[in-house]
């Protein structure tokens, strides 16, 4: 399996952006279905973001479209998440994860491997 491990985090006004970067060990990076969730405090765990092996298809949850943009490198073994115009009740704690599924997911029961989470604190 990929391990994961994310960066980027980190206390912003609203209305500031911040861009998450999630960087993958292993060859095969470039054939999984990539994603990003989120947990706030007392909270399930929800999708965000997912992107597929080539980045042509992506999909992006309600409340952060036009606001938020998931992207990969295949090159680097790396995904990012480009969060612009951030509210506060984008404040959470950020995971990428990675999936085996040949197409984009939400479910998190389709994603195997995760990282340890980034802290996004939106002030208001």
């Known amino acids: 399996q990929v391990q994961l491990v994310e960066s980027g985090g980190g206390l912003v006004q609203a209305g500031g952006s911040l861009r998450l970067s999630c960087a993958a060990s292993?060859?095969?990076?470039?054939?999984?279905?990539m994603g990003w969730f989120r947990q706030a405090p007392g909270k399930e765990r929800e999708f965000v973001a997912a992107i597929n092996w080539s980045g042509s298809s992506t999909y992006h949850t309600e409340s952060v479209k036009g606001r938020f943009t998931i992207s990969r490198d295949n090159a680097k073994n790396m995904v990012y998440l480009q969060m612009n115009s951030l509210k506060p009740e984008d404040t959470a704690v950020y995971y990428c994860a990675a999936s085996y599924k040949g197409a984009v997911s939400v479910r998190l029961s389709e994603y195997v491997s995760w990282g340890q989470g980034t802290q996004v604190t939106v002030s208001s």
């Open positions: 292993g060859r095969t990076f470039s054939s999984y279905v």
